[in-house]
């Protein structure tokens, strides 16, 4: 098990609701430890398991749920 930190930039997120929904629904994937969202700074910062879960999952499932999604790098 590999475990490591990515952070992604979230746009269209207007108020906490957002960011808990975001966290729900990535706690939700396999693999995920942690995650972290953030308005003020636009961004989740999810600590996963990349041999079950990839960062495009994770883009994937905020965009799913209507936000923008771009990995930082």
């Known amino acids: ?3 490591t930190k990515h952070t992604f ?3 269209g997120m207007h108020c906490g609701s957002c960011a ?3 966290d729900d629904a990535l706690e939700d994937l ?3 430890h942690s995650t972290q969202t953030s308005v003020k ?3 989740s910062t999810v600590e996963l398991d ?3 879960t990839s960062p495009e999952d994770v883009i994937g499932v905020i965009e799913e749920l ?3 999604a771009t990995s930082f790098v």
């Open 20 to 22: 808990l929904l975001i």
């Open 41 to 43: 700074q636009g961004a």
């Open 66 to 68: 209507g936000y923008r």
């Open 30 to 32: 396999p693999g995920v």
């Open 50 to 52: 990349i041999s079950e």
């Open 1 to 3: 098990m590999s475990t």
């Open 9 to 11: 930039r979230v746009e």
